[in-house]
């Protein structure tokens, strides 16, 4: 939540959150999410939370090869698991539905982040959210060494 308030876009704000457990530099993770910021882009689809939470989850427990099985299914189970819980609190993953917004495709201008802003958006707290949601779900099941 403190990553938002600072000026990161949803996804940046998991991402960054989660850094120290991840084998990449920072700066390159948060330039990675940088695009699924406002729904991927202010495009208001996917939650950039939620797209955050999957960018984590295929860091710590994805595949890396052109895989077809069962090591496929297995990641998308806990990807769509991951969704399950997120949509459970928030009853959906799209940022326009969770915002109550009717525009579809967003102008790519975001808006400045005043204190106006922070007070109609409840973006922090999704952020929150989603951030307790894959910590949850890191400790239930934890990575394994290699």
């Known amino acids: 939540m ?6 990161y876009n ?5 991402v960054l959150a ?21 729904g991927m882009g202010r495009l208001r689809e ?3 939370s939620v ?3 999957f960018m984590i989850a295929g860091l710590l ?19 769509q698991e991951l969704a399950r819980r997120f ?3 928030h009853g959906t993953i799209v940022c326009r539905e969770m915002l109550g917004l009717r525009v579809r495709h967003d102008a790519p ?16 707290e999704i952020i929150g959210d989603a951030a307790e949601i894959l910590e949850q779900y890191i400790a239930e099941n934890p990575v394994a060494s290699e």
């Open 2 to 7: 403190a990553n938002f308030m600072k000026g």
């Open 51 to 53: 797209s955050g939470m």
């Open 61 to 79: 427990y994805g595949y890396d090869g052109p895989e077809t099985g069962q090591i496929k299914a297995d990641h998308y189970a806990r990807i």
């Open 18 to 38: 989660f850094a120290d457990m991840l084998p990449v530099d920072e700066k390159q993770i948060s330039m990675l999410a940088s695009s699924f910021g406002g």
């Open 46 to 48: 996917v939650c950039g």
């Open 109 to 124: 201008t975001p808006e400045a982040r005043t204190s106006e802003y922070y007070k109609k958006r409840p973006c922090a």
């Open 10 to 14: 949803c996804s940046q704000s998991i």
């Open 87 to 89: 949509e459970e609190k």
